[in-house]
């Protein structure tokens, strides 16, 4: 038990220590809603439940909206190649540019705060082609493109900008190819 105690405490020490050293995770400074709306092809993300069926063809198309909010369509294809798809609705945070939240549930539920979940663009090529969204807790990343394949060279790149910030590489699961 001796020997345990001080490797936790290492492993602990260690573990607090990266994470002081990180960046912050910060969303982009100024979000062109219109520039972001349309198609984007999922070229990696951090494993979450609500994605576990989905083995490939991953898209989200976004829409803006009249009432100021977003309509979002998450597709993606099963291991027995059927489509599966879920309906949401993204709203700015005010004040916040690069900050959305994000629900999947019905509109009568809107008004459970614990229904809408960060939905932050923390990282954005100039001219719309690649995104890195992520959460302030670290628990959400996806690396997205507007075409279904991306650079070996840029997706290192953006692996670099996710991990400055403090994210957890290890578990990403590559979802797309890459050239």
């Known amino acids: 038990m001796r020997i345990t105690s001080p490797c936790l405490a290492l492993f602990l020490l260690s573990a607090a220590t990266s994470l002081w050293a990180a960046e912050p ?45 977003i309509s979002v369509h998450n597709a993606c294809r099963t291991a027995d190649g059927e489509r599966i ?30 229904v809408w979940a960060d939905y932050w663009v923390i990282a954005l090529d100039p001219d719309y082609q690649w995104a890195l969204v992520g ?23 953006i692996k670099a900008t996710a991990e400055a910030m403090g994210y957890d590489l290890a578990p990403l699961k590559v979802m797309a190819p890459l050239d």
């Open 25 to 69: 995770v910060r969303s982009v400074p100024a979000l062109d809603m219109g520039r972001y709306a349309g198609q984007w092809h999922e070229i990696a993300h951090l494993p979450v439940s609500f994605q576990k069926k989905c083995v490939g063809d991953i898209t989200a198309t976004y829409a803006l909206r009249g009432d100021g909010r």
């Open 85 to 114: 798809a879920a309906e949401g609705v993204a709203r700015p945070v005010e004040g916040a540019p690069g900050q959305l939240q994000v629900r999947f549930v019905p509109d009568w539920l809107a008004w459970v705060p614990l």
């Open 135 to 157: 959460d302030p807790d670290r628990k959400y990343l996806w690396i997205l493109s507007r075409s279904p394949r991306m650079d070996a060279t840029q997706f290192d790149s």
